[in-house]
């Protein structure tokens, strides 16, 4: 099923290694094509952690080093060792280096299926918590197949855990709640990063502006101030004949010298 978040986690569910790795490489980024573009690559180039030891022993971490750049420093470290572990025995991703709460909520969610459990986990990481009550909810109106599935395994949880169909509801209606937020925080995020970049566009035009203006002469508001400005008044002709006089009386002059 895809989600309304349209998670990576939906894409690399079937996959333990790609979609705890993704969680690790991922972790303290804004997503986007920037981020998985690279670990997509990662992931062709390297699609299991024996492949990922393997390049480490053979070659050393330069060049897992050059295709991570853009997420951060040393995350090939950071993938090095979740790859070790990951090859030991483990039951629980919180094992692992590098693995937290939001690996191992995305690991029952996606890879086991157990997005009822992690909906109503108070503590679950906020994204996966909505995709799993989104999850609870799709599966509960979806196909009759499905419909069948999710009715029996919940009847079988709910023998279990005393549950009724008023915690049900509970759950549901707290579901929602999270569902409506998370999607109206990433509609802010984007509103944001909107305001940002027109912010951005505005502040290079006046800056190409104030340099256009030093380098290629005055600018075009200058430029009417000077159209505007009063031509300089001409001064008066001589009168007719006041340079023949001039002249006369500097001639008297030298012959009173000599």
């Known amino acids: 099923m895809v989600s309304p978040m349209k998670m990576f986690q939906e894409t690399y569910g079937y996959d333990p290694w790609k979609l705890l790795s993704g969680c690790v490489l991922s972790s303290r980024t804004s997503g986007g094509d920037r981020v998985w573009g690279p670990i997509r690559a990662f992931f062709e180039r390297f699609p299991t952690p024996t492949a990922v030891l393997d390049e480490a022993e053979a070659n050393g971490l330069a060049g897992m080093e050059e295709m991570l750049k853009p997420l951060g420093l040393n995350r090939e470290r950071t993938i090095t060792r979740a790859a070790e572990g990951f090859l ?5 991703p919180s094992e692992l280096y590098g693995c937290g709460k939001f690996a191992e909520d995305s690991w029952l969610a996606f890879c086991h299926g157990e997005v009822r459990r992690v909906a109503k986990d108070p503590r679950a990481d906020r994204n996966v918590r909505a995709y799993a009550a989104w999850a609870v909810k799709a599966l509960r ?22 549950e009724s169909d ?21 509609a802010a995020r984007k509103a944001r990063a909107a305001a940002q970049a027109s912010d951005r566009a505005a502040r290079m035009a006046r800056r190409r502006a104030a340099s256009a203006s030093r380098v290629g002469g005055p600018s075009p508001s200058d430029a009417g101030q000077d159209e505007a400005a ?8 001589p009168k007719r004949g006041a340079s023949t006089k001039a002249a006369s009386g500097s001639k008297r002059a030298r012959g009173g010298r000599g």
């Open 141 to 162: 109106g979806g196909g009759a197949a499905a419909a069948a599935a999710a009715s029996q395994a919940e009847a079988e949880e709910d023998e279990d855990s005393g």
């Open 166 to 186: 008023e915690d049900e509801d509970e759950d549901d209606e707290e579901g929602n709640e999270i569902l409506v937020q998370v999607l109206a925080d990433a």
């Open 230 to 237: 009063p031509a300089p008044r001409a001064g008066r002709a």
């Open 88 to 92: 030991r025995v483990w039951d629980r």
